[in-house]
Nanobody
Framework: QVQLVESGGGLVQPGGSLRLSCAASGITFSLYNMAWYRQGFGKQRELVASITRNGNTNYAGSVKGRLTISRDNIKNTVVLQMNSLEPEDTAVYYC???????????WGQGTQVTVSL
């Protein structure tokens, strides 16, 4: 059974930091491209950052320089380090795994991030 379990969300003040983690099980993690998406209230889900199986990264323009995605193929985890957070970053953050050949996707359940005074 495939599981992607996100953790690390919470309430933080503007300018603060959070570290989101996604633990994967039930898949051969090194064969998957990983990504973080987010969905704000009343908004469409959007790609925040992605990292290929080879470690190549890509970021949405709104988060470049503030968020960093990384992966650990031994621990089967992907991490999103979020710095200089803004109220506009408030959303539910989802972890996604996509097989690099078949493109079969798996999603986590999401973790809430709220940036507010």
């Amino acid at each position: 059974q495939v599981q992607l379990v996100e953790s690390g969300g919470g309430l933080v003040q503007p300018g603060g930091s959070l570290r989101l983690s996604c633990a994967a099980s039930g898949i051969t993690f090194s064969l998957y491209n990983m990504a973080w998406y987010r969905q704000g209230f009343g908004k469409q889900r959007e790609l925040v950052a992605s990292i290929t199986r080879n470690g190549n990264t890509n970021y949405a323009g709104s988060v470049k320089g503030r968020l960093t995605i990384s992966r650990d193929n031994i621990k089967n985890t992907v991490v999103l380090q979020m710095n200089s957070l803004e109220p506009e970053d408030t959303a539910v953050y989802y972890c996604k795994a996509t097989h690099s050949v078949t493109l079969k996707p798996y999603w986590g359940q999401g973790t809430q991030v709220t940036v507010s005074l």
